[in-house]
């Protein structure tokens, strides 16, 4: 099963507003498990960068402005989704702004209900306890000491690890890694071809049963030759 993990960055909070996505980041599963296949784009949002945004992500206009427009990356970014659900953390607020961005092109929006919600299914899990993704890492002890801003793909990834815990961990799948969706392979794992090689001769040559007669008949009053 192919799954999708997305996150995005943005200049704010509402599409509607004027914001705009500033990057994009995908990581691909297949039975639950990243097989190292990602979609990365940082886009020029045609506008300012609101210093509070900026406090989040770090992503200045400057650093955007050569960057390409999301109309440049559409294309790539739907073909690389395709048609498989989306498991995104708090889903609602991405799907708006790609649905925006879609819109402002005439192209068809995506459904919610190819979204699979991790904030829904970590509230349903733990009633009352935080469901921001901080937390959810250091509740399944996943290391996001790298996090220090957020960052699209680096939460995707991290999405990824979480999502999996959320769904009961390694079990699903009993894979010690990724999935290679060519051989079917586990990527953690070493692939072994083995030669087959003839069957060995198993009985005694003439000189190998003389020498153990020889051995035998040293022996005094073997257990095999005593009458009961």
């Given at each position: 099963m192919r799954?999708?993990?997305?996150?995005?960055?943005?200049?704010?909070?509402?599409?509607?507003?004027?914001?705009?996505?500033?990057?994009?980041?995908?990581?691909?599963?297949?039975?639950?498990?990243?097989?190292g296949e990602v979609f990365h784009r940082y886009l020029n949002p045609e506008r300012d960068m609101p210093e509070e945004a900026f406090k989040v992500h770090g992503l200045s206009a400057d650093f955007l402005a050569d960057k390409p427009l999301f109309a440049e990356v559409a294309a790539d970014f739907l073909a690389f989704i395709g048609d498989s659900p989306l498991v995104i953390h708090n889903a609602e607020f991405d799907m708006r702004f790609i649905n925006a961005e879609l819109a402002r092109l005439g192209q068809a929006t995506l459904p919610m209900s190819r979204s699979i919600d991790t904030v829904a299914m970590a509230r349903k899990r733990f009633p009352g306890a935080q469901a921001n993704l901080d937390a959810l890492c250091r509740r399944f002890e996943i290391d996001n000491g790298h996090r220090t801003k957020h960052g699209a793909l680096l939460d995707a990834e991290?999405?990824?690890?979480?999502?999996?815990?959320?769904?009961g961990g390694r079990q699903p799948g009993l894979e010690l890694g990724g999935v290679n969706k060519t051989t079917g392979q586990a990527s953690g794992t070493a692939r072994v071809d083995r030669v087959a090689r003839p069957a060995r001769p198993h009985a005694p040559t003439e000189a190998e049963a003389a020498a153990h007669a020889a051995f035998v008949a040293k022996l005094k009053n073997p257990a095999w030759l005593r009458e009961e």
């Amino acid at each position: 099963m192919r799954e999708i993990v997305l996150d995005t960055e943005t200049t704010g909070f509402d599409p509607l507003s004027g914001h705009r996505m500033v990057e994009m980041g995908c990581v691909e599963l297949f039975n639950h498990l990243p097989t190292g296949e990602v979609f990365h784009r940082y886009l020029n949002p045609e506008r300012d960068m609101p210093e509070e945004a900026f406090k989040v992500h770090g992503l200045s206009a400057d650093f955007l402005a050569d960057k390409p427009l999301f109309a440049e990356v559409a294309a790539d970014f739907l073909a690389f989704i395709g048609d498989s659900p989306l498991v995104i953390h708090n889903a609602e607020f991405d799907m708006r702004f790609i649905n925006a961005e879609l819109a402002r092109l005439g192209q068809a929006t995506l459904p919610m209900s190819r979204s699979i919600d991790t904030v829904a299914m970590a509230r349903k899990r733990f009633p009352g306890a935080q469901a921001n993704l901080d937390a959810l890492c250091r509740r399944f002890e996943i290391d996001n000491g790298h996090r220090t801003k957020h960052g699209a793909l680096l939460d995707a990834e991290l999405l990824a690890e979480v999502y999996l815990q959320l769904i009961g961990g390694r079990q699903p799948g009993l894979e010690l890694g990724g999935v290679n969706k060519t051989t079917g392979q586990a990527s953690g794992t070493a692939r072994v071809d083995r030669v087959a090689r003839p069957a060995r001769p198993h009985a005694p040559t003439e000189a190998e049963a003389a020498a153990h007669a020889a051995f035998v008949a040293k022996l005094k009053n073997p257990a095999w030759l005593r009458e009961e």
